[in-house]
Nanobody
Framework: QVQLVESGGGLVQDGGSLRLSCAASGRTFSMLTMGWVRQAAGKERESVASISFNGRNTYYVDSVKGRFTISRDNAKNTVYLQMNSLKPEDTAVYYC????????????WGQGTQVTVSS
């Protein structure tokens, strides 16, 4: 079983920055593909970024490329999402998610952290 706990959300002005963190329990973190998924009010869930188990491969949705950076520290069982140049349209609940290599769907989810960008 994997438990995920996010932190770092909050209120920021247009153009500001935030860093989200997600701490994972268990000894399997280095085997997990980690991702950040967001859901804005009234909209479908959207995969924002993901990072492979060894950190060598990353994915970003087009709308955040060049502004967001996903990274991980396997020694600390933690994944990060650095968000720069934030826009009001980035406002959403951000969820940390995990899946084992070879799985197509995320199996483990955090409780979510609210990110609000004011204009």
């Amino acid at each position: 079983q994997v438990q995920l706990v996010e932190s770092g959300g909050g209120l920021v002005q247009d153009g500001g920055s935030l860093r989200l963190s997600c701490a994972a329990s268990g000894r399997t973190f280095s085997m997990l593909t980690m991702g950040w998924v967001r859901q804005a009010a009234g909209k479908e869930r959207e995969s924002v970024a993901s990072i492979s188990f060894n950190g060598r491969n990353t994915y970003y949705v087009d709308s955040v490329k060049g502004r967001f950076t996903i990274s991980r520290d396997n020694a600390k069982n933690t994944v990060y999402l650095q968000m720069n140049s934030l826009k009001p349209e980035d406002t959403a609940v951000y969820y940390c998610a995990a899946r084992f290599r070879g799985d197509s769907e995320y199996a483990y989810w955090g409780q979510g952290t609210q990110v609000t960008v004011s204009s």
